[in-house]
């Protein structure tokens, strides 16, 4: 492989024009000549740089639409042609191919595209077939040929043309290829996950993912793992999308506690009060409503005071000033909500380590979305857990019902426990989790921990009973025996949501009757692993 290769030809075709003058401005100073395409070719020369038409260069013109320009062996053989091989150079003299040295392509807007709703024909023609088709011919020719795909690279290819001289490195090249064929590869997965939902196809055949990259993070879950955060382009209001106003870099950790945190909090309705919830390790230490956003902080700051210190604060309401007054009083690592008062950010500017993370929304919590796992030699693939259980969906099966307050809690708790590692049993007092059992091996075990919390917390506030007591309690399965069921109805629990389903469903609502509980069935269970 040749070592510095000299640009003197480049061929510019984008979608994305930003940054597009000062580039053809930019080569044109170095003598670099430009080919170029339809809009771009335009743009730049009413910019007054000079450009030659590939339709010249082709003796072909534009056709059906734009679908057929770059599709031709004069420019093919100018990207792919090995400039010391004496058989390519010979084709390329008898057939006057024109060896191009530098590709400049940005795709045909695809996913944005498909973001905005478009109908199916409109998606279709923004399919790009010549762009993908040259960047992997230049890609593949990396020895003599820079491909340069996205905006951001615009610099770095300017800054290795003047330290080698007009010249690029084959380090710089290699990279470029690599970035090249991830975007490609990015683009046809977008495109091919696009028709699998078209079609309805729950399970294609094959299935492509991709990212794009957005940060690379110091560590991973332990600092002896490597990371890196990707985002998938959904711009789903979260983590991923959300603006960043101060506190050092997130980390691994960091990200998927907020990204748990903020789903959480996105089940309550703003429109109803506002609502908080706590997480540390993807699960809550606490979640409750309030009628201020104050309130409902306290409320879950008063669930597991021990556990909040150093979690994750999310708010399903722009943060104000008293909360955000509360919320320092405390170590906490980041806080994410849909906006900020000036008075909260200014509290928060006295707090350098502590991330404030802004959203322009709350994601939507029944937006259908996939799911993806690794395991060893491949991924599970599934529908994101959106399932949803309203008023109307539960059964009563005990003597007892609730009652119209009952109810209330036991919905609140089923909300939550859907994001607590199964098993998960869940305690619900005025809308505000009392104790947490998570991701232990039996449901009893959970009902003992969630109960203990619940004990310790009353202990710590001077109370003379456990905050457990009157509460509302959620299972996320059934209760396979009713010794779970019986645990909480000793740690004061008086009513019971739970999917229903076992083969001992009727020793459990016996053992309901017989403990005055009041039980209602959801028939839809929510396993968190």
């Known amino acids: 492989m040749t070592d510095l290769h000299p640009v003197r030809r480049a061929l510019i075709s984008v979608s994305d024009k930003t940054g597009l003058i000062d580039l053809g401005k930019a080569l044109e100073e170095r003598g670099i000549e430009i080919l170029s395409t339809g809009g771009s070719a335009k743009a730049l020369r009413e910019a007054g740089v000079a450009v030659k038409d590939v339709a010249d260069v082709t003796d072909f013109p534009e056709m059906m639409d734009g679908r057929v320009k770059t599709l031709h062996p004069m420019v093919h053989g100018g990207l792919l042609a090995l400039r010391d091989n004496d058989e390519h150079l010979a084709s390329m003299e008898e057939h006057g191919i024109w060896a191009i040295d530098l590709l400049v392509v940005n795709l045909y807007p695809f996913e944005t595209t498909v973001a905005s709703g478009a109908d199916y024909d409109t998606c279709i023609e923004n399919i790009d077939i010549g762009g993908p088709a040259m960047i992997r011919a230049a890609a593949k020719n990396h020895a003599f040929v820079s491909v340069v795909v996205d905006v951001e690279d615009y610099p770095k290819l300017l800054g290795d043309l003047d330290q080698h001289g007009g010249s690029t490195c084959p380090k710089f090249r290699k990279k470029l290829a690599q970035k090249a064929y991830a975007r490609t590869a990015a683009y046809d997965a977008a495109v091919s996950n696009w028709m699998a939902d078209a079609l309805e196809l729950k399970a294609p055949h094959r299935r492509a993912f991709a990212g794009q990259w957005k940060q690379t993070l110091r560590y991973g879950e332990n600092s002896h793992q490597q990371a890196a955060f990707y985002t998938d382009g959904s711009n789903r209001p979260g983590v991923a999308t959300a603006q960043q106003l101060q506190g050092k870099e997130l980390s691994y950790n960091n990200i998927n506690d907020t990204d748990a945190a903020f789903e959480l909090v996105a089940e309550f309705d703003p429109a109803d009060s506002p609502a908080v919830a706590i997480i540390k390790h993807a699960n809550p230490c606490g979640v409750a409503q309030g009628a201020t956003l104050a309130e409902a902080y306290q409320k879950a700051f008063d669930c597991d005071r021990t556990s909040a210190f150093g979690g994750i604060v999310a708010l399903n309401q722009p943060l104000d000033a008293e909360t955000a007054t509360k919320i320092t009083e405390i170590f906490t690592e980041v806080v994410i909500a849909p906006g900020a008062s000036d008075e909260a950010r200014e ?183």
């Open 347 to 529: 509290i928060f500017a006295a707090k350098k380590n502590l991330r404030l993370l802004l959203t322009d929304s709350l994601p939507d919590p029944r937006a259908p979305m996939t799911a993806y796992k690794q395991v060893s030699g491949g991924l599970l693939v599934q529908d994101k857990d959106v399932g949803y259980v309203g008023m109307d969906d539960l059964k009563v099966v005990t003597e007892k019902a609730p009652t119209e307050e009952q109810m209330r809690d036991l919905l609140f708790a089923w909300k939550v426990g859907k994001h607590v590692k199964s098993n998960a049993i869940v305690y619900v007092k005025d809308r505000a989790t009392v104790g947490v059992g998570a991701g232990q091996m039996s449901r009893l075990d959970s009902a003992n921990v969630a109960a203990a919390k619940a004990q310790r917390m009353a202990d710590e506030l001077g109370l003379a009973d456990s905050l457990a007591k009157g509460s509302a309690v959620a299972s996320d399965a059934f209760f396979p025996f009713p010794d779970g069921l019986l645990e909480a109805a000793a740690a004061g629990a008086t009513c019971v949501i739970q999917p229903g389903g076992s083969m001992r469903d009727n020793e459990v609502i016996d053992a309901a009757n017989d403990a005055g509980l009041a039980m209602v069935f959801t028939g839809m269970r929510h396993f968190r692993h």
